[in-house]
Each structure stands twice: as structure tokens, then as C-alpha cells.
């Protein structure tokens, strides 16, 4: 690029303050816009990054529009930019709803575009493959195949979003959709038509890319996960809830092998043996033989579900002698594989996973070294086997000096106090430039903050039945209009347990239905109480009365037998570093950040957050936390909280404590 090219890119992103002014295009383009000194404060960070490279991390607080304040510069810089965020839901937002407005507010011609990871896309070779086997689906299974087959004639885009019949988590979807593994590539008699190659052409030649976390490090990691030619030629990237990264990159940067590959792979064989190799009978059989053998490991694991580390299974012969006969079963059917892939590209196809699921279960059959975690989870009939890096953050920031573009990360949720130490560090960005920007909501006359006296220890037996007596007496203040947010699934079902028989709001449940509907309901009844977990600490946008009190039962420390986290204890005392300063209590305060984050969602929200866990008042570390957290008024006392929520102003509330 010239130097004018770059005189002019910089002018061009010079008036971004006014653009997001009062007399700025999105003033007459979204309703009830307000100008945000916050946001403008983001938005001229993020053009600087961008005009002159760097990275730049930025905590926007709830309420600052962290979104325009990005999409701003980035659709005005006239660069290639790649936005990545947390999940799939967002994406969508991202391109159905909110560039488009920026683009037709600034009136410029941007082409975007929206690009998932594989397995989102129909994919005709696998559609066809399965509805030529179709004995092995159950009678409501062949109805949605069906819904599908009937779909693929009129869908232009094959992104099964778009099929709101069937839910995200049929068995059907598995089946008619690609991975990296199961995929044909040029060899696939569909690949002219092929809708996750219609998706990487159209991102190729857009301005601007809308992606998700996952499919960003499955390229970084993988080089095949869709557009190994789009990363390098992107000049910006902007990482939205980059609170998610470290976790991610852990995923993808490791290696896994799960029972459902290995399902995967002798389901796809025994398909494809009957289009192109009906007459060798070994295929069905090696598969049949590959199948008992991911049972019988299973079961050498333990029934209950659970993470552990292989430490403590790897002295035991009887499951040792599982994996060798496993790796014994994969290697004959690649073996019989071989002979059989000249009879189809399917065929090949599978040969070729096969041969890369054992070079798998080599690497995980053999000890780790002292930069990996070796860790196995167990969930119903199913298991992962792993190897997660120590540290992410040398290969991480490898691939971002590779890439040589400017990055900005972004979350509501990235600083412990006002310390970026930890997040940076995570990912090995402490050369970053940072921003910390608190959310504009008022919430001194907003908010209450009520940490209720005697609680008992958070590891006492009864500690669940304490939190649900504290929140019954809150709960009769708000009327319903509130969450439960728990940190162990044993706690909500023992709380579910508690309240189902005796309770006068409508009472919903995690699990009871899909996150989605359990919402809509939510809103719908204007009085319930929803308890959660993980699932519903992020995420959730519930505007208005609706959702009036978050109450929270612990501070959310990850569990201490998690076998990554013991691992990175480990590491961490080696080192001479205190591990709980240096690595739990930061993250515990990020999660926590989140949590609190459901409560004031607009200006006009108004509510209460109870946090129940008194070792915010007795250990040193709860002022930690306490000071992570939005300023509101502070109280005791539970009859503060009614006097709230029967409008008093909070400065008259009684007893107040004074916010640090």
C-alpha cells in the first residue's frame, strides 16, 4: 500500500466520533440510539489499531455498543476484515442484523459475508449416502430426513440454520453434514456445487467476514478447516467475547480422539461398503469388530461420568490391553480399506480417517510430555481421550506474528480489577495495547448489591438449602422475575429439588428444554424463576422487568479435581508462581464478571444481585472480586431489598455499605 493509499485510509476513519454522534448516520437509523462516550472512546481505539497496526484489547463494559463501535471503523477502513466471535448464534446476528445496519447507515458498498465451520453446511454426497442406508434411523429420524431431502431443492445457501424444523441437536444433522475427516474434497462428485465451497468463495471476496472462534483456530491448527488463503490475506481481525479464546485455542492447538469419531468412522464405512463394495464382507465385519472395541473401552473406563487424568488409569492392564486390541481393530480396517478404495472416492475417504484416528490414539497411548495435559472424560456411553497443551500462548501468538495483521480483542469481560495481566498472558499478548471501558449504565441508582449475612461454608452440606431459603425470601421481594445461576449441576438439581413442590412463580429448569425455549418462556411469563448453570452465565439478553434479580450460590472457582486445571496448578508451583492468585481467582472473577452481566442488560433495568457465598466478606481475596464489580450500593440486610423493589430510591436504601 502507498504512503497517499495510507494518508487516505487513515482521514477516512478520522471523523468515527462523529459518525456515532447524535448527528451521526445511525442516529436516524436505529431506534433509541444514543451517543456513548464509551463508545466513541472504543471506536477511535479500534481505527487507530487498525490504521496503524498492533493489537489492542478492550473490556467493554454492558452497555457501551461494543458492536457499532467496531463495525464502525472496520467498514469504513476499506481493509479486509475478519470478525470471529463465540458462537454460532452471534454470527448470525452479527451478518443478519447488525452490519447490515452500519453498512446502510454509512451507505457504503461493503460486501460482507458469513462463513461456519464445515459441519454447518449440507453436504449432497453424505445426503445421499444416508438415505441409502436408511434400515439404521429410527421412524422419526427418516421423517427429518426427509424435511431435509425436501429443503436441499430449495436451499440456496445449505446452512441448516435455516431448516427451523429440526433442532440443532437431531442425529440427523451428523449424518448429512461434513468434517475435515469424512470429506471428499475435489474428489466429491458434488464439489462445483458444494455449499461449503459456495461459502469460502464468497468469503474470499468479501470485505468483510463474519466467523466463529472455532472455525478460526481450527484453520490456525489444522490449515484444512476452510480458508487457508483467507487468514493471510485479511488486515484486521477483531475477536469479539475474547474471553472464549483461551479455552478454544486449547481445544484446537491439542489433540482428542472420541468414541463418536470412531462410531463415525465405522458408520460412514458400512455405508459406503454397501454403494461401492457391497460383495467384501471383511468391511462390515472389521467395522463391527472397530465398534465393540470403543464399547468395551468405554466401559474399562468407569460407569459415572467425569473427567480425570490418564495418571489414574494408566496402570490398569485390563484397559491397556482394550487399547492395544483397538488399535489392533483400527489398523484392520484400514487395512481392508486399502484394498477397497479403489472401488470409490468415499471408500478412499474413509481410509484415509482411518489411518489418521490411529496415528491419534498412538500419540495418545504413549505418555505426554511435560507440555501436555494427558486427560480422559467420560459422559453416558460416550468418552474423549486428550492431550491439551500446558500453554497456549507461544503457538497462539506465533500464528498471529505470521499473520502480521492488526488485532483488536474485545469482551464485557477481560480485566481482573484493572489488570489485563491475566488474559494477556493466557495468549501472549502482553505487548498489547489496552482499554478499559465501564459500562454507562447507572447502576448507584439502578442496582442493589445484597450479601446476605450467616451463610454457612460453601462446602457445607446443607449449603444449597441455605441458598434456596436466602433466595426465597428475595424471590417473594421481586415476584419471580429471576435467575438461579449455579456452579455445579448437582446444586441445581438439589435446588430444583427443593422449590418444584413449594413455590409460587413459575419454576424452569436447565435441561428441562432447549436453552432457547426455556428463554422465550422466560420472557414470555414475565414472572419466572430460571435456574442455570454454565450454560446461562453468558450469552443472555434478557431486557426488562422480566428479569429483575440474579442470584449467584458460589463464587464459580473451576472444580479442583479438573485434570487440566491440576495440571496447570502443577505447572504454575514449579515455577515458583502461586498458582491461586496467578490463575484461579483471576478466572473465578471473569466468570463471575459474566454472571452479573444477565442482571442490567438496558437504561431502564432495574435489579437486584445476590451473591451468596459470605467468602467475599471473610477472605482477604473476596475484595478482589468486589472491586471487579460494577459500583452499586451494597447491603446486608433483606429488607433493603424489598424496600427496592418497592421503588425507593437506592440512595434512601438502610443499611447501606459504601462502595470501594
Known amino acids: 500500500m502507498t504512503d497517499l493509499q495510507d494518508i487516505a485510509r487513515i482521514n477516512n476513519m478520522s471523523d468515527i466520533t462523529e459518525l456515532l454522534s447524535e448527528t451521526g448516520p445511525l442516529a436516524d437509523s436505529v431506534s433509541g440510539f ?4 464509551e463508545q466513541q472512546q472504543m471506536a477511535e481505539a479500534t481505527a487507530a489499531v487498525m490504521a496503524d497496526g498492533g493489537k489492542l484489547i478492550v473490556e467493554a463494559g454492558t452497555g457501551t455498543g461494543k458492536t457499532f463501535a467496531y463495525l464502525m471503523p ?81 436451499t440456496k445457501y445449505g446452512d441448516i440454520a435455516e431448516l427451523g424444523l429440526l433442532s440443532e441437536d437431531s442425529p440427523v444433522w451428523p449424518r448429512v453434514t461434513s468434517t475435515t475427516e469424512n470429506c471428499l474434497g475435489q474428489e466429491c462428485e458434488h464439489f462445483q456445487d458444494c455449499f461449503v465451497i459456495k461459502a469460502r468463495r464468497n468469503a474470499l471476496e468479501a470485505d468483510v ?27 484486521a481481525f477483531i475477536i469479539d467475547e475474547a474471553h472464549q479464546l483461551p479455552e478454544v485455542a486449547s481445544v484446537f492447538f491439542g489433540t482428542t480422539l472420541s468414541s463418536h469419531q470412531l462410531r463415525d468412522l465405522a458408520r460412514d464405512v458400512r455405508a459406503e461398503h454397501l454403494r461401492e463394495a457391497g460383495d467384501m464382507q471383511d468391511l462390515p465385519d472389521a467395522t463391527e469388530r472397530l465398534d465393540g472395541m470403543v464399547h468395551r473401552l468405554r466401559l474399562a473406563l468407569g460407569q459415572q461420568d ?42 478412499e475417504s474413509c481410509r484415509q480417517r482411518a489411518a489418521l484416528l490411529q ?91 445484597y450479601l446476605p449475612d450467616d451463610m454457612p461454608d460453601p462446602n457445607a452440606a446443607h449449603y444449597v438449602d441455605a441458598v434456596v431459603s436466602c433466595a426465597r425470601e428475595v424471590l417473594e421481594a421481586s415476584a419471580g422475575r429471576a435467575f438461579l445461576l449455579f456452579t455445579s449441576h448437582s446444586a441445581l ?5 427443593l422449590l418444584e413442590n413449594d413455590f409460587n412463580y413459575p419454576l424452569l429448569v436447565q435441561g428441562s428444554a432447549p436453552r432457547q425455549e426455556l428463554l422465550e418462556q422466560f420472557r414470555r411469563l414475565g414472572n419466572a424463576v430460571l435456574l442455570g448453570t454454565s450454560s446461562f452465565w453468558e450469552g443472555v439478553d434478557v431486557r426488562g422487568e422480566a428479569l429483575s434479580c440474579v442470584i449467584i450460590d458460589k463464587l464459580p472457582f473451576s472444580s479442583p479435581g479438573d485434570p487440566v486445571l491440576q495440571a496447570r496448578i502443577e505447572a504454575l508451583r514449579k515455577q515458583g508462581v502461586n498458582p491461586f492468585m496467578a490463575y484461579q481467582l483471576p478466572n473465578a472473577v471473569i466468570t463471575l464478571k459474566q454472571g452479573i452481566g444477565r442482571l442490567i442488560r438496558d437504561h431502564s433495568d432495574r435489579g437486584v444481585l445476590v451473591l451468596c457465598d459470605p467468602r467475599l466478606r471473610s477472605k482477604g481475596y473476596g475484595r478482589v472480586f468486589l472491586n471487579s464489580l460494577p459500583d452499586m450500593p ?24 459504601s462502595s470501594p
Request: hydrophobic share 45%; proline share 3%; charged share 25%.
Open 493 to 497: 438439581r438439589r435446588a430444583a429439588t
Open 359 to 449: 496415528d491419534r490414539l498412538s500419540q495418545l497411548m504413549e505418555h505426554g510430555s511435560g507440555e501436555t495435559i494427558h486427560w480422559f472424560e467420560t459422559m453416558h456411553s460416550a468418552f474423549r481421550l486428550n492431550l491439551t497443551p500446558l500453554n497456549v500462548a507461544p503457538v497462539f501468538r506465533k500464528h498471529l506474528d505470521t499473520l502480521n495483521s492488526a488485532w483488536v480483542f474485545t469482551s464485557a469481560t477481560l480485566a481482573v480489577g484493572n489488570s489485563f495481566e491475566h488474559f494477556a498472558a493466557q495468549l501472549g499478548l502482553e505487548d498489547a495495547q489496552a482499554l478499559q471501558l465501564d459500562s454507562p449504565f447507572d447502576y448507584q441508582r439502578n442496582a442493589l448489591l
Open 34 to 37: 444514543a451517543p456513548r462516550a
Open 74 to 154: 472496520a467498514l469504513r477502513s476499506g481493509m479486509k476484515v475478519i470478525i470471529s466471535t463465540g458462537t454460532r448464534h452471534l454470527q448470525d446476528q452479527l451478518y443478519g442484523k447488525d452490519l447490515p445496519v452500519v453498512r446502510d447507515a454509512l451507505n457504503l458498498p461493503v460486501h460482507i459475508a458469513l462463513l461456519k465451520g464445515r459441519s454447518n453446511y449440507l453436504c449432497r454426497h453424505r445426503l445421499e449416502t444416508v438415505a441409502s442406508d436408511g434400515r439404521r434411523l429410527s421412524g422419526r429420524q427418516l421423517h427429518e430426513l426427509e424435511e431435509v431431502r425436501a429443503w436441499e431443492g430449495r
Open 306 to 347: 467425569r473427567r480425570a487424568a490418564w495418571s489414574e488409569v494408566a496402570g490398569n492392564e485390563v484397559l491397556q490391553a482394550i487399547l492395544e486390541e483397538l488399535a489392533a481393530a483400527l489398523m484392520q480396517l484400514k487395512d481392508w480399506l486399502t484394498i477397497a478404495a479403489e472401488r470409490g472416492k468415499g471408500l
Open 634 to 657: 451494597r447491603t446486608h440486610a433483606v429488607d433493603s431489598v424489598h424496600e427496592f423493589f418497592i421503588g425507593l430510591d437506592s440512595t434512601r436504601v438502610e443499611p447501606l455499605l
Open 209 to 235: 467476514v463474519v466467523i466463529n472462534h472455532h472455525l478460526l483456530f481450527a484453520d490456525m491448527a489444522l490449515r484444512e478447516e476452510g480458508f487457508g488463503e483467507l487468514l493471510p490475506g485479511a488486515d
